[in-house]
């Protein structure tokens, strides 16, 4: 067990220390040792998630958190269904915007990034530009009730784990690829921006959902950090549709939807009773395709855990989430248009 003293030191110290040294780690594996960019991506991200799991257990932000939640399982196919489709969607959707570049003579007029500048003026524009794609992909997710159906699968978790950093409905992922990559390619930034984004992305993504405590509070003014992200899978509407940046903040501070409590933590997370996603991994993902959307039953949905939640961290959670489903009241009427049911 942890002293107070050298929790609160790790604390303060872990967040750049994880965010810098896997940054650190992939960028030598690939420029200094010259193994593939990629591949040394994935290398270094197995690594942290197995780092990131011990951490989880050592110095938790909320202990009942590293309790099973009942979407273990789902947690995990629907991870290894992202990270396939991911990067087969990314394949395919570069390989047709750099096909329709080459071909469509407009286009080309479009390619205006000063690529002929040195690297390091480019990185923080061209990192923010990549996070602008992002941003509006996910901005819509939440504001398109069409899309909102199948982003509410990642919603519907009840606690913020690094095993869950990857819960998305398939259709999900391949929307932010499609609306996410074309701005700064058709711009023409390079390639090793594209790599960097993809690195923050990655080890800075899995990171704001990590069940660690880690001290943010400097970072979460400029990039997407655990503190700005369990607001933003806060079960009340006006708290969730904020902080929609994958990597920095940038485009929430020129869209208005920054929103930082340095003083604050929510600790109940979800999406109250409003979108009846089902616990069942086939319906979660059927149904947001049928007319009618989610419509898990009392008896099925996943549900949010009451605020407080550390206070009662000894409470076996299946039971708490079955004794506390049905005081929450009726779900909200459908939605007469999308058929889904709306936030509140
Ligand atoms: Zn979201």
Redesign the pocket.
């Known amino acids: 067990m942890l002293t107070p003293t050298v929790r609160k030191g790790a604390s303060l110290l872990l967040y750049p220390l994880l965010l810098g040294g896997a940054l650190l780690l992939w960028s030598s594996l690939w420029l200094g040792v010259g193994w593939d960019a990629d591949m040394s991506m994935q290398l270094v991200y197995w690594l942290f998630l197995a780092l990131l799991v011990v951490l989880e257990r050592l110095l938790p932000f909320e202990p009942a958190w590293n309790r099973n939640d009942g979407q273990l399982r789902n947690d995990i196919v629907l991870s290894i269904v992202t990270i396939a489709l991911n990067s087969l969607a990314t394949i395919v959707c570069l390989g047709a915007i750099a096909w329709a570049i080459a071909r469509i003579e407009p286009l080309v007029s479009l390619q205006v990034w000063p690529a002929h500048w040195p690297l390091y003026v480019q990185i923080v524009p061209g990192i923010v530009l990549w996070d602008l794609g992002n941003h509006l992909a996910?901005r819509w997710?939440?504001k398109v009730p069409l899309l909102w159906r199948f982003?509410s699968v990642?919603?519907s978790a009840p606690r913020l784990s690094v095993i869950n950093a990857g819960r998305f409905h398939p259709i999900d992922i391949v929307k932010s690829v499609v609306i996410g990559s074309p701005i700064p390619i058709l711009l023409g930034v390079p390639a090793e921006i594209a790599e960097w984004y993809a690195a923050l992305y990655l080890f800075g993504g899995i990171l704001t959902h990590a069940n660690i405590d880690l001290r943010c509070t400097f970072f979460s003014r400029f990039i997407n950090t655990p503190d700005l992200h369990r607001w933003?899978h806060s079960p009340h509407r006006e708290e969730?549709d904020t902080n929609?940046g994958e990597v920095t903040v940038a485009w929430d501070r020129v869209f208005g939807s920054y929103v930082f409590h340095p003083r604050g933590a929510r600790r109940n997370l979800g999406l109250g009773y409003t979108v009846p996603v089902s616990r069942h991994l086939i319906e979660a993902i059927w149904q947001p395709l049928t007319p009618t959307g989610h419509r898990a039953g009392p008896e099925n949905r996943i549900v949010s855990l009451p605020e407080g939640v550390t206070a009662i961290a000894d409470i076996e959670l299946a039971a708490l989430l079955a004794a506390t489903a049905p005081a929450h009241g009726p779900e909200r009427a459908a939605d007469p248009v999308h058929g889904m049911h709306a936030k509140p």
């Open positions: 996910h997710a939440h982003h990642h919603h933003h969730t929609y």
